[in-house]
């Protein structure tokens, strides 16, 4: 039982390049959720989804589109990175709702 | 607009003393408060939570008092260990509500000297 997966560990991309996120898990967990993680600013959601083919915007979901085909699987999508972007992403699940979340290890991502 | 503020951001505790982290939200509709630990280069995980209906929950020595009145939650950490040192982050959601969001304060490292 792995938990929460996500891939790449690190990245640099130049403005204006596109990339994927990938996130996998293996609890089968109807919820999943994409936050970026700045310093001394918490966590900020981005876009989360309560089941394959349901997904929803978040707090800050400006630049990034999501997709759910599947139970296990929620990649995050940058289509034109821009420096703002530069940050910590961390892709969570839950059996049901905002309780318990199990989050990723991160993807910590630059743009210059 | 930032819906759950944290203080203080960062701390330092000698081994065996207490650590007090606090919290406040402005949304009355929160329902369920959690506390996340997060150590450098991991994710965070969940290590306490609380609802509004109790004003006290203990796990170890893990500690969540609630003020429902103030609207304030903090985290108390008896005897610190070295091995808490940990960025602690508090959250605050709607259990049940159209929103699955969670909010989080800004996170507070905290250092536990030997």
């Known amino acids: 039982n792995a938990g929460v997966t996500q891939t790449p560990k690190f990245r640099i991309l130049k403005i204006g390049q596109s990339m994927t996120l990938q996130c996998t898990q293996d609890?089968?967990?109807?919820?999943m959720y994409w936050y970026r993680q700045d310093p001394g600013m918490g966590l900020k959601l981005i876009y989360y989804?309560?089941?394959?083919?349901?997904?929803d915007k978040g707090e800050v979901p400006n630049g990034y589109n999501v997709s759910r085909s599947t139970t296990e699987d929620f990649p995050l999508r940058l289509e034109l990175a821009a420096p703002s972007q530069t940050s910590v992403y961390f892709c969570?699940?839950?059996?049901?709702?905002?309780?318990?979340?199990?989050f990723g290890p991160g993807t910590r991502l630059t743009v210059t | 607009q930032q819906q759950v503020k944290q203080s203080p951001q960062s701390l330092i505790v000698q081994k065996g003393g207490i650590s007090i982290i606090n919290c406040a939200y402005e949304?009355?509709?929160?329902?369920?408060f959690p506390w996340y630990q997060q150590f450098p280069g991991k994710g965070p995980a969940l290590l306490i939570a609380?609802?509004?209906?109790?004003s006290e929950k203990k796990e170890g020595r893990f500690t969540i008092s609630f003020n429902k009145s103030a609207k304030q939650f903090s985290l108390h950490i008896m005897d610190s260990q070295p091995g808490d040192s940990a960025t602690y982050f508090c959250?605050?959601?709607?259990?049940?509500?159209?929103?699955?969001?969670?909010?989080f304060g800004a996170g507070t490292r905290l250092t536990v000297k030997p």
């Open positions: 969570a699940s839950s059996y049901a709702g905002p309780y318990e979340q199990y």
């Open positions: 609890m089968n967990h109807n919820y």
């Open positions: 989804s309560v089941g394959a083919g349901i997904t």
């Open positions: 949304n009355t509709a929160f329902d369920y």
């Open positions: 609380i609802r509004p209906d109790v």
């Open positions: 959250a605050a959601s709607i259990l049940g509500g159209y929103n699955n969001d969670m909010r």
